[in-house]
């Protein structure tokens, strides 16, 4: 950590990814817990060599200047894992937070990326088909090379400060995978409320127009919508729509040839967490 700087005002854990696993839907929760103090907006992206690394390690400590001093302070920034798109994340980040406890939230390889092509398309962002996309952007698969990236982050951090979860476990029993979370982070398990729990966790149902994303980046806005679960219900209602259900088929010939692809990577994360990723339909 940088000489002057006060490691009580840093957070002590970060959501590092999976982009569309639910880490909203995760951040979101966690914000509601009296004991924890999430940043003022997800995805400071303070890590990121072209984020706001630059800004420097005060900017990044005053994204918590709302903290209470006694609640445990953590942000979420799904962008971290790629670390195929930027290696430097782990070491920046260990530089700053040594001890801070990892959050890693991975979804079945096949939907995640069925789920960021439908997000791309509808923002505009994607105007290939699906099988183009995911045969001539590897960032599509790179992305779900999950251990890969554990690897990455385990070069700096050890094995015990990084809980894997995944999003279908999130949807699954709520309750008891923010337990899980709960207990990796040291607070009081807190229960969801019904309402709460039925979420749409990776925000498959409803994607974000242009405007909720960029009432999002206002810091005030995203505090008030952490801080009540009516608001994000209400601004969820106003500024995001049914989500676009572009085709994602793919001929069993390219789907079988993706699935082997990634299914190395796949049985390395099985053996990493010490189980069979049943609810991935393994």
């Known amino acids: 950590m940088p000489e002057g700087e006060n490691q009580s005002s840093l957070p002590s854990f970060v959501v590092i990814g999976a982009v569309r696993a639910g880490t909203e839907t995760l951040n979101a929760w966690l914000s509601d817990h009296p004991d924890v103090c999430m940043s003022a907006r997800e995805g400071l992206d303070f890590f990121l060599e072209n984020g706001t690394w630059d800004m420097g390690v005060g900017w990044y400590a005053l994204r918590f200047g709302t903290c209470g001093w006694d609640q445990t302070r953590g942000e979420s920034s799904p962008a971290y894992a790629d670390t195929h798109i930027d290696p430097g994340v782990p070491k920046r980040m260990y530089s700053v937070i040594p001890d801070a406890k990892l959050i890693y939230l991975v979804r079945e390889p096949m939907e995640r990326m069925r789920s960021v092509f439908r997000q791309r398309v509808t923002d505009g962002s994607e105007t290939r088909n699906f099988a183009e996309a995911v045969t001539d952007d590897p960032d599509y698969r790179e992305t779900s090379r999950y251990i890969t990236h554990i690897g990455a982050f385990l070069k700096h951090f050890n094995k015990k400060q990084l809980l894997v979860i995944t999003s279908e476990q999130l ?35 409803r994607l974000e127009s242009t405007i909720s994303r960029r009432l999002k980046a206002n810091p005030s806005y995203w505090r008030a919508l952490n801080r009540s679960w009516q608001l994000r219900s209400l601004h969820e209602r106003a500024f995001t729509r049914k989500g676009n259900f572009a085709s994602t088929r793919l001929t069993k010939e390219a789907d079988a040839d993706l699935r082997e692809d990634l299914e190395k990577d796949t049985q390395a994360l099985e053996v990493f967490i010490g189980r069979r990723l049943t609810e991935w339909g393994r």
């Open 171 to 205: 949807a699954a029993d709520p309750q008891a995978t923010l337990g899980a979370v709960h207990s990796h982070l040291g607070v009081v398990r807190d229960e969801l409320s019904t309402d709460k729990a039925r979420r749409d966790v990776t925000a498959d149902q």
